[in-house]
């Protein structure tokens, strides 16, 4: 019977170990990238506006990575395994330079896949609602302010069944009349929120503003 040398056996199983470690490096240095940039509907970056990233796991969504606030570029990235992730943009009024920029504002992506590389961008597709507010002998009223608030899901739904999310309110002195009355709203389009169909009446989705 022929019979094997004990230092064969160890090279042989530090072989299969350096073999395992190496496979496992190679791993996490092919690991893919998401990555994306937070815009206006201009394409003009947010800076200053969060991002995160949640990974869903039986029907959970877990959150993964860091959460990135976003510099002069809009850009964000990380590296994650691939699988099916919820992506959630956000920020407020005191982290942005924005005019009439909401007191706060988020925007969640349905589940989507990643395989390999994927891009992901955030469009914040705001419409500026503008006006003047004035007395009974038409004078600027100066240091209003006003409120309002809207949210919805969808319509965007992934193949795990996570909804798109929007919301938005101005609240806490983010929108003010200015020494000429003036003031300045950015606000998600209506038409956005009647798509969706989660409200049964479209009329739902109209904002009702709060002058105070």
Same mark, same amino acid.
């Given at each position: 019977?022929? =019979?094997?040398?004990?230092?064969?056996? *160890? +090279?042989?199983?530090?072989?299969? +170990?350096?073999?395992?470690?190496? /496979?496992?490096?190679?791993?996490?240095?092919?690991?893919? $990238?998401?990555?994306?940039?937070?815009?206006?509907?201009? &394409?003009?970056?947010?800076?200053?506006?969060?991002?995160?990233?949640?990974?869903?796991?039986?029907?959970?969504?877990?959150?993964?990575?860091?959460?990135? =606030?976003?510099?002069?570029?809009?850009?964000?990235? @990380?590296?994650?395994?691939? &699988?099916?992730?919820?992506? %959630?943009?956000? +920020?407020? #009024? *005191?982290?942005?330079?924005?005019e009439g920029a909401p007191n706060s504002v988020l925007i969640q992506t349905e589940d989507f896949p990643v395989t390999g590389n994927t891009v992901r961008d955030t469009i914040f597709?705001?419409?500026?609602?503008?006006?003047?507010?004035?007395?009974?002998? #038409?004078?600027?009223? $100066?240091?209003? /302010?006003?409120? /309002?608030? =809207?949210? @919805?899901?969808?319509?965007?739904?992934? #193949?795990?069944? =996570?909804?798109?999310?929007?919301?938005?309110?101005?609240?806490?002195?983010?929108?003010?009349?200015?020494?000429?009355? %003036?003031?300045?709203?950015?606000?998600?389009? $209506?038409? #956005?929120?009647?798509?969706?169909?989660?409200?049964?009446n479209s009329d739902d989705c109209l904002y009702d503003i709060t002058f105070r």
């Amino acid at each position: 019977m022929s =019979k094997t040398p004990i230092k064969a056996i *160890q +090279f042989s199983l530090y072989s299969v +170990f350096l073999s395992f470690v190496l /496979t496992c490096f190679s791993a996490v240095v092919q690991a893919a $990238t998401l990555s994306g940039k937070v815009t206006d509907k201009s &394409g003009v970056p947010i800076e200053g506006a969060n991002a995160m990233i949640f990974q869903v796991v039986n029907n959970n969504l877990i959150h993964v990575g860091a959460i990135i =606030k976003v510099d002069a570029s809009g850009e964000y990235t @990380w590296t994650v395994d691939d &699988g099916d992730y919820v992506l %959630r943009t956000y +920020f407020n #009024a *005191q982290e942005v330079s924005l005019e009439g920029a909401p007191n706060s504002v988020l925007i969640q992506t349905e589940d989507f896949p990643v395989t390999g590389n994927t891009v992901r961008d955030t469009i914040f597709d705001f419409f500026l609602l503008s006006g003047k507010v004035v007395d009974s002998n #038409a004078l600027p009223v $100066t240091n209003v /302010t006003l409120e /309002t608030s =809207k949210n @919805w899901s969808g319509p965007e739904q992934g #193949a795990r069944g =996570k909804l798109s999310q929007y919301s938005i309110s101005h609240l806490n002195q983010s929108s003010v009349t200015d020494v000429d009355g %003036r003031y300045n709203l950015l606000m998600f389009s $209506t038409d #956005a929120c009647i798509a969706s169909g989660f409200y049964p009446n479209s009329d739902d989705c109209l904002y009702d503003i709060t002058f105070r």
